[in-house]
């Protein structure tokens, strides 16, 4: 898989801040691909439940602007769909064959997450991993507030 801490943390942030709580965020296409280089980052939205055309253009606006000024422009494709819908598209359909979920997304919990796909060993162990590596950033930042508060 071909993103960055940076862009990872990118992402989450963008979508914390700009979409809805309960909303999945998928990476799918040429990045999930180590062998290859270059490529846009692709993403599939998936919210939690309807919103209106207007909502959804302004949150898609939104978080795809924010995307931009966090990865200095870099190119991103977003598709935005709900969660559990019948939808047809073949972009959505290959995301959610392909795509994997980047946790912490947008108030996705990562121990369900890293349930909701038994049969995906090393998605698992991706959400796990991340879930880890968030534990040990807030370590490092409540070690930081206990030296700068004087405590230890």
């Not at 801040?17 to 980052?41: H, Q």
């Not at 977003?78 to 939808?87: A, E, H, K, L, Y």
Request: overall charge positive; some cysteine; aromatic content about 8%.
């Amino acid at each position: 898989m071909r993103l960055s801490t940076v862009e990872w943390r990118a992402v989450e942030s963008a979508s914390r801040e700009t979409l809805p709580a309960g909303t999945r965020v998928l990476l799918f296409g040429s990045r999930l691909d180590d062998s290859r280089r270059g490529g846009n980052i692709d993403l599939l939205v998936e919210l939690p439940g309807a919103l209106s055309a207007d909502d959804t253009v302004v949150r898609r606006s939104r978080f795809t602007a924010r995307l931009y000024r966090l990865l200095e422009e870099r190119r991103i494709d977003v598709v935005m769909t709900q969660q559990g819908s019948q939808d047809r598209r073949a972009v959505v359909t290959a995301a959610r064959q392909q795509g994997w979920w980047t946790t912490g997304c947008a108030g996705v919990n990562c121990a369900t997450a890293s349930h909701e796909y038994p049969d995906q060993p090393e998605l698992r162990f991706a959400v796990l991993k991340a879930a880890i590596g968030v534990a040990g950033e807030l370590i490092t930042a409540y070690t930081r507030w206990k030296y700068k508060l004087g405590l230890v």
